[in-house]
């Protein structure tokens, strides 16, 4: 069964950037203490990252996080989804408008403008057709960013929730929460030398 995951790395105060996020700097002051985990060595880590990565079928993120990944700064062949498995898609951005260009044109994108929930389906659609040809359930994974994240939680189109909870406090920035109150009924903790894994169904 395809479900609709959002998955993010979160500060111990709840943002999921630092302070004054920009293009030069996605995550802000201090947010790359969020995703510490991402390129650790600790095998926990690892496996999380390789668990995540294996079920996607279809990835959603918005039009912001997509311009820095697409910009002069964002992913290569070392650093982007899953770090270090650059191509794993396909990836759907809602946007307003298409871009003009794309540098990772060896990635598979879709540009969807009329909204989340049609974005959402979208990635459903290619993760069900990606499910169908490999013989397994593969999910639709919401990367961010925080807004979008926090904007599909309060929609009701999330069916589970995954925070990485990095032992940092930030201060300000993003936060991830801001919307409506959620019921979470946790499925699994998995503790690490750099992140608290926590996954919860959203009901």
């Known amino acids: 069964m395809t479900r609709i995951i959002a998955d993010i790395s979160i500060s111990l105060d709840g943002f999921v950037t630092g302070p004054d996020p920009g293009p030069d700097s996605g995550l802000g002051a201090g947010g790359e203490a969020l995703h510490?985990?991402?390129?650790?060595?600790?095998p926990d880590d690892r496996e999380v990252l390789r668990e995540a990565t294996a079920r996607s079928g279809a990835v959603v993120l918005g039009r912001r996080l997509f311009d820095l990944v697409d910009g002069a700064h964002g992913w290569n062949d070392e650093v982007g989804y899953g770090a270090g498995e650059v191509g794993k898609g396909p990836f759907v951005?809602?946007?307003?408008?298409r871009p003009r260009s794309v540098r990772l044109t060896n990635l598979d994108w879709t540009f969807v403008t009329t909204g989340l929930p049609d974005a959402v389906a979208a990635a459903r659609e290619r993760a069900l057709a990606a499910s169908a040809d490999r013989g397994q359930d593969l999910d639709v994974v919401l990367m961010g960013g925080g807004a979008l994240i926090g904007s599909a939680l309060d929609a009701g189109l999330v069916d589970a929730l995954t925070l990485h909870l990095?032992?940092?406090?930030?201060?300000?920035?993003?936060p991830l929460f801001t919307g409506a109150a959620h019921t979470l009924v946790r499925r699994r903790v998995i503790p690490t030398t750099?992140?608290?894994?926590l996954t919860y169904d959203v009901v």
């Open 36 to 42: 510490t985990w991402a390129f650790s060595d600790d």
């Open 93 to 97: 951005v809602v946007t307003s408008s």
């Open 194 to 197: 750099t992140a608290t894994h």
């Open 166 to 174: 990095a032992p940092v406090v930030l201060g300000a920035g993003t």
